[in-house]
């Protein structure tokens, strides 16, 4: 099958959520130019440039950028504008109240660095922070909603940092954007329309929450309606006269801290929590691909380990000779993905608390000795965690952490050659549902493992004081030749690993552009099952992978890939179909 018959055929099964998303909006009638048509934003979800290019999940933020970028601004000044307009106009993803991974390339330094803005426990936590007074683990929703799941926000601290090291604008010009939306408002979009409608009973019951997303007699907001924000504005009004210090010392945090303290299933963040909180910089997870390196986060997230891992233990296999319909291929790739599951679930939790085999997992001796598990003709029968070499040892047992599919994702590449690929998150849709000061705090905490221990023996990610929660957030850059090539990420709770691993293998393997690699159907692996894109082509796959052995389940996968391409002659961006997603390049 050809690269263009491919292209229409992805850009075809994408068509239905392309219609769905793109329904005109109504402004109010006061409205006559709504701040959308006044920014000129559009809806395109590819784009090309020579100089610079912006793609995030939601045309308003993707604009943010392009301002910052047209105003001779810094790929990392982009990212806060783009960042700080996510938080208004898909505030259920992303936010002030969340916490964030990003990966840069210095094109000064031809260096790569990460950043991680993860949320961390409180002081007061305790390992039984999810269980009850038997000791048995919480149910999910009774750990979500309410203050108990709220960590330390991390993404208001990261922000500055990174400004401060790679920002060229100044600090407040950054913020203008988002007050101008706050102030003025935005049109609902229709997937955020769709979501109030689906958690509107648990938003009911924050006061604040329901004010602002119900109307005016309790129903959810409908697509179109023009939604401002004053209390949004005001701060990040303070945030643009005072730094991050203005949210993590005096009244936003004392807000903060009251919240989750009087919240009906109340949690423990206290004044200290916030003062303490830093910024980590740490190196990057790096891992050989058909030439290339491919690059991002380690722990605490699990991310660019477990991508890493699924690649190395690719690396043998000839999946472009088997291309994109052949079972045999997915085959492959969820066998790799539930032997790097098996590990994540093994090892991988915050290394500043627990000793974790980083290098170990991505060496490629041992991914070698792991691939040679796939070389049969079925899936495997079972799974288990591998022996990577340790610098020192220490048993864990295996632990499961439930990460719900809400996050978003930003790629950016500026004039002078920086690169920003950034995931970022408030972890479930709505976060714990407990609104202050016009932004969701978040559920990060239900990233831990609820259990402690499994036969007495630990699980690495299980709650500790000051400890950040494991994450999926896969956030990555990929290098040819020491320079960049790549930048892509993409929501999805646990299921980033594979929205991204797939996308990799779309571009890399079966030579498909850059958008038709993102909208090809997602067949991926996590704890089990095969998952295999509902309605697409994808479940022609499933008889050939059921003879195999595998169980395999039917499901919406609305990933939010976003991409930026580096190449010779230019750049090249795109965003997920699936989503509402923009792309702008000059």
């Not at 999810?130 to 048995?136: I, L, P, T």
């Not at 509107?200 to 604040?208: D, E, I």
């Amino acid at each position: 099958m050809t690269r263009t018959s491919l292209l229409l055929l992805a850009l075809l099964l994408a068509a239905p959520a392309l219609a769905q998303e793109a329904r005109p909006v109504a402004p109010d009638a006061a409205d006559s130019r709504t701040p959308e048509a006044a920014s000129g934003v559009g809806a395109a979800r590819s784009a090309t440039g020579k100089s610079w290019m912006v793609v995030a999940q939601n045309p308003l933020a993707a604009a943010a950028g392009a301002e910052m970028l047209r105003a001779g601004g810094s790929a990392v000044d982009a990212a806060i504008a783009t960042q700080l307009v996510l938080g208004l106009v898909e505030p259920q993803s992303s936010g002030l109240g969340g916490g964030a991974f990003l990966v840069f390339w210095d094109a000064d330094a031809g260096a790569l660095t990460t950043f991680d803005g993860r949320e961390t426990a409180p002081l007061a936590a305790t390992p039984t922070l999810f269980q009850d007074a038997e000791g048995k683990p919480l149910g999910f929703l009774e750990a979500v909603v309410g203050g108990r799941s709220v960590g330390t926000p991390g993404t208001p601290r990261l922000l500055e940092t990174i400004h401060r090291r790679y920002g060229k604008l100044p600090w407040a010009r950054l913020f203008e954007p988002a007050i101008r939306l706050a102030e003025e408002g935005f049109a609902v979009s229709p997937r955020l329309a769709s979501l109030i409608a689906a958690d509107a009973a648990t938003l009911r019951a924050s006061p604040a929450a329901a004010a602002y997303f119900l109307d005016a007699a309790g129903a959810p907001l409908a697509a179109g309606t023009r939604l401002r924000n004053p209390a949004y504005a005001d701060t990040l009004r303070r945030l643009a006269a005072g730094g991050a210090d203005a949210f993590y010392a005096g009244p936003i945090a004392d807000d903060i801290v009251a919240t989750v303290r009087g919240a009906p299933n109340p949690g423990l963040l206290a004044p200290e929590d916030f003062a303490v909180y830093t910024v980590e910089e740490r190196p990057p997870v790096c891992g050989p691909y058909r030439g290339r390196q491919v690059c991002g986060m380690g722990p605490p997230s699990s991310g660019g380990i477990a991508v890493a891992q699924i690649l190395g233990m690719l690396e043998p296999y000839d999946l472009s000779a088997l291309g994109p319909r052949s079972p045999e291929a997915w085959r492959l790739v969820a066998d790799a993905s539930r032997l790097a599951f098996a590990d994540r679930n093994r090892y991988v939790a915050d290394d500043d608390f627990v000793p974790v085999p980083t290098k170990g997992l991505v060496d490629p001796v041992y991914l070698a000795e792991r691939a040679k598990l796939l070389s049969g003709d079925d899936a495997l029968p079972e799974v288990a965690p591998g022996n990577p070499r340790w610098s020192h040892a220490r048993l864990w047992a295996d632990g499961a952490a439930l990460e719900l599919p809400s996050t978003s994702h930003l790629a950016i590449v500026d004039a002078d050659g920086d690169v920003v690929s950034m995931t970022t998150t408030i972890e479930a849709g709505f976060g714990a549902r407990l609104m202050v000061r016009g932004f969701l705090l978040n559920n990060e905490l239900t990233d831990f493992s609820f259990a402690t221990h499994v036969d007495g023996v630990p699980i690495a990610n299980r709650v500790e004081p000051g400890k950040r929660p494991r994450s999926s957030m896969a956030p990555t850059i990929v290098l040819e030749g020491g320079k960049p090539v790549l930048a892509i990420g993409s929501p999805g709770g646990s299921s980033i690993i594979g929205y991204v691993a797939k996308t990799l293998i779309a571009y890399y393997d079966f030579d498909l552009d850059l958008s038709a690699a993102i909208a090809l159907p997602h067949v991926f692996s996590r704890f089990g099952p095969v998952e295999i894109e509902a309605g697409t082509e994808a479940e022609a796959l499933i008889p050939g992978l059921t003879a195999m052995g595998f169980e395999t389940r039917g499901s919406e996968q609305t990933s939010g890939v976003q991409a930026v391409a580096i190449r010779p002659d230019g750049l090249v961006g795109a965003a997920d179909p699936r989503r509402e997603g923009a792309a702008i390049g000059e």
